[in-house]
């Protein structure tokens, strides 16, 4: 935790000289890494129900296409499968 305080407040200057655009734009890039985590989280997460057994094919696809339609809207389709 104490590492994270210290990279914010080394950071902090530097975001002070940002224009608001620029602010706006590492927000933006900043939530959809974040939504791509979570989308690769939850593509591992039913591939491995799949694995198991626990979903069918067709549950599985439509699924994991959801997934791929999520993350295209993004903004640079990066599958990790």
């Known amino acids: 935790m104490r590492d994270v305080v210290e990279h914010q407040d080394l950071a902090a ?8 655009a620029e602010r706006a ?8 890494e974040l939504r791509r985590n979570i ?3 939850q593509r591992s997460a039913i591939a491995d129900e799949g694995d198991a057994g626990h979903l069918g094919d067709e549950v599985l ?10 993350e295209a809207a993004l ?5 990790n499968r």
């Open 13 to 20: 200057p530097s975001r002070c000289r940002r224009t608001p």
């Open 25 to 32: 734009d590492t927000s933006t890039r900043t939530f959809s």
């Open 75 to 79: 903004g640079g389709f990066r599958r």
């Open 61 to 70: 696809r439509r699924v994991l296409r959801e997934l791929d339609l999520r």
């Open 39 to 41: 989308i690769a989280v």
